[in-house]
C-alpha cells in the first residue's frame, strides 16, 4: 500500500499489485471526502455553515448522490497554486434524488480556496451543467463562493462566462433553484439572477456585485455585508432573492419541498397527487372572508388557503411587492400557480413592482406546465409621478405579455372590484384567459362609480341645487346601469358568476378539463418582450 503526502495529495510511493491499487484508491477518496483539515470544517462550523457535503446530504435523498470528477484538480501555476491542488478544486458536482427524482447538483466547498471559481472548477461545473440539460432534470446550485480565482485571472472570468451561457441555455427548459449559502460577489452573484428561484439564509448568505469595502471607496458610504446584500435586503427591498431563512436546514428542506411542486422539465407535467381533500368541498368561509364593500380590506392569502389543497401553498416573493400574490400550490392533486391581488396591501393595487414580480412568476409557470389561477381584486394601476417616471406603463406591460403568450391553462376569478386597464392585464378573458369566473360581489367597470359619475355627469352635478344629492343618484345610477353583477356576464365576458362557496370544486373541474389543453404560437425565433 501507499502513503499519501498530506498536502498535495500525491503518493509517496507505487503500490505493488492490485489491493494496493484499491487500497490507494480508498484513500484518496477519503481524503477527497474529507475536505483539506479537520480546521477548515471547525472554521466553516463556527460562521454557522454547513460544509458542502452536509449540504447535498441534506438536499438528495439519502445515499442517492453520485459524484462527478470527485479527482479533479486545478492546473494552474505561480502565486503557490502550484504546491496547493486539493481535489473536487473547491465545487462538488453530481447527481441524487429528492423523493425519488433525479436532480442534479453542484455545491461550492467554501474551505478550498474560499470556494473560488477557477478553470478546472468551472469546467466541473460546466459538465453538471451540461448533463442536467441532457438528462432533461432539475440543477440546485449550493453557492458559497468568493467570485473567480484571482490567481488564475482571466481564466477564472472565462469560466464564468461559459455558465451563464448555459444558465440561459437551460432556461424555460429545466428548473434551476440557486441557494445562497454565503457571500457571493461579482459572477457569483450573476448566475443565480439567471436562475428560475434565489434561495438565501439569513446572517450568512450575500450577494452583491461589488462589496462594501468598494462602495465605500468610490462612493464614500458606509454599509455592513447584510447591509448591502443580505437575504432581508434582497427578500424586501430588491426581489433578487425570492425565500430567505433563519438556517441553512430550513432553507434546503424548502428547495426539496419546491422542486415537488416542479415537473423534470419542459416537456413534463408537474408531478400530481393524490388528494385527500375532496374536491367538492364547500367554502363557506370564503362568504364571511371577503366583505362586500369593495373599499373594505381583506386577507387574499387566507382565500386562497380556503379553495387550495389542505389550505397549503408555497409563495413565491413572499416580501418583495406584497400588494400581489404569487404562488404555487395544488387543487385537486394538479398543481397551480396562483396570481392574487392582495386588498391588505394597497388595496390591492398594480404597480411596477407588483408588475414584474406577476410577469416573472407568469412566466415560470407556462414555461413548466404550471396552469395558472389569477384570483382578481384589483382597483387599478397606482397613480403617481414616481410610478409614471419609473416606468409602469413598460412594466406594466410585462405583466400584459406574460399572460398574452402563455398557453398553459388560464382560469380567472374576480372577487370584487376590476377596473380599467388592470382588469385587462390581469388575465381577462379578451387576453385569452380560457375561463373567467366572477363572485356576486364582482364589480368591472373602467373605474369606480365616484370617479366615473364625476366625469360623465360632471355638468349635470356641477348645476344642480344640490350638487352632492346628485352625485349620490347619479353614482347609484351608473352602478345600477354599468356595474351590477351580471353586466360581464350577459355580454359573454364572463363565462358564469358562481356561489363563493362551490369555488374549489368549480376550478377544480375547470382544470379536469382544461388538462390536455394544447395551443399552437406563430413560428418565431422568440419574441421581443418589453423590458
Avoid at 488564475?152 to 441557494?179: C, D, H, M, W
Avoid at 428561484?197 to 465605500?216: H, L, N, W
Avoid at 402563455?406 to 384567459?433: E, F, N
Amino acid at each position: 500500500m501507499t502513503v499519501l503526502e498530506e498536502t498535495t495529495g500525491e503518493p509517496t510511493g507505487e503500490p505493488t499489485d492490485a489491493r494496493g491499487r484499491v487500497a490507494e484508491l480508498h484513500e484518496i477518496r477519503a481524503q477527497a471526502v474529507a475536505g483539506p483539515s479537520e480546521k477548515a470544517t471547525a472554521a466553516q462550523h463556527a460562521k454557522g455553515k454547513l460544509t458542502a457535503r452536509e449540504r447535498i446530504e441534506l438536499l438528495v435523498d439519502p445515499g442517492s448522490f453520485q459524484e462527478v470528477e470527485q479527482l479533479r484538480r486545478h492546473r494552474a501555476q505561480g502565486f503557490g497554486l502550484e504546491a496547493k491542488k486539493p481535489f473536487t478544486d473547491g465545487v462538488i458536482t453530481g447527481w441524487g434524488t429528492v423523493e425519488g427524482r433525479t436532480v442534479f447538483v453542484y455545491a461550492h466547498d467554501f474551505r478550498i480556496f474560499g470556494g473560488a471559481l477557477g478553470e478546472a472548477h468551472a469546467t466541473k461545473i460546466h459538465k453538471i451543467m451540461d448533463m442536467a440539460i441532457a438528462a432533461g432534470a432539475p440543477l440546485v446550485s449550493l453557492n458559497d463562493g468568493a467570485g473567480a480565482r484571482i490567481q488564475e485571472g482571466v481564466s477564472a472570468l472565462a469560466g464564468y462566462g461559459g455558465i451563464f451561457q448555459r444558465n440561459t441555455k437551460a432556461s424555460g427548459v429545466i428548473p434551476q433553484i440557486s441557494v445562497m449559502l454565503g457571500p457571493c460577489a461579482g459572477g457569483a452573484a450573476y448566475s443565480p439572477a439567471l436562475t428560475d428561484f434565489v434561495f438565501m439564509v439569513r446572517e450568512t448568505s450575500q450577494m452583491f456585485i461589488t462589496g462594501p469595502d468598494v462602495v465605500k471607496a468610490v462612493t464614500g458610504e458606509e454599509i455592513t455585508q447584510n447591509g448591502l446584500g443580505g437575504a432581508d435586503v434582497h427578500a424586501e427591498t430588491s426581489g433578487v432573492c425570492h425565500f430567505a431563512y433563519d438556517d441553512e436546514e430550513t432553507c434546503i428542506a424548502e428547495v426539496r419541498y419546491l422542486l415537488s411542486l416542479l415537473p423534470q422539465n419542459n416537456r413534463e407535467n408537474p408531478p400530481r397527487v393524490d388528494a385527500t381533500d375532496p374536491v367538492d368541498r364547500r367554502g363557506d368561509t370564503l362568504l364571511d372572508l371577503v366583505p362586500a364593500d369593495g373599499n373594505r380590506p381583506y386577507d387574499m392569502a387566507k382565500v386562497i388557503e380556503e379553495i387550495v389543497d389542505d389550505g397549503e401553498f408555497l409563495e413565491v416573493h413572499e416580501r418583495w411587492a406584497r400588494n400581489i400574490i404569487c404562488a404555487l400550490a395544488r387543487i385537486d392533486g394538479q398543481v397551480v400557480g396562483i396570481v392574487a391581488n392582495q386588498p391588505q396591501v394597497l388595496a390591492g393595487v398594480l404597480d411596477i413592482e407588483a408588475s414584474e414580480k406577476a410577469a416573472r412568476f407568469v412566466q415560470m409557470c407556462d414555461a413548466f406546465n404550471v396552469p395558472i389561477v389569477t384570483f382578481l381584486d384589483v382597483p387599478g394601476f397606482l397613480p403617481g409621478v414616481d410610478q409614471e417616471h419609473g416606468g409602469i406603463i413598460r412594466h406594466g406591460a410585462k405583466l400584459l405579455y406574460a399572460y398574452c403568450n402563455a398557453t398553459v391553462p388560464r382560469l380567472s376569478l374576480i372577487l370584487r372590484k376590476a377596473y380599467g386597464g388592470a382588469y385587462i392585464v390581469m388575465d381577462s378573458q379578451s387576453i385569452g384567459a380560457d375561463l373567467t369566473y366572477a363572485w356576486p360581489t364582482n364589480e368591472i367597470a373602467v373605474m369606480g362609480a365616484d370617479g366615473a359619475a364625476n366625469v360623465i355627469f360632471r355638468r349635470q352635478i356641477a348645476d344642480a341645487e344640490d350638487p352632492e344629492a346628485m352625485r349620490a343618484r347619479m353614482v347609484k345610477e351608473y352602478k345600477s346601469e354599468l356595474m351590477h353583477p351580471y353586466y360581464a356576464a350577459e355580454r359573454g365576458l364572463v363565462d358564469d358568476v358562481i356561489d363563493p362557496a362551490e369555488t374549489r370544486e368549480v376550478l377544480a373541474k375547470a382544470l379536469a378539463m382544461l388538462h390536455t389543453k394544447h395551443a399552437d404560437l406563430p413560428s418565431r425565433k422568440h419574441g421581443n418582450p418589453p423590458q
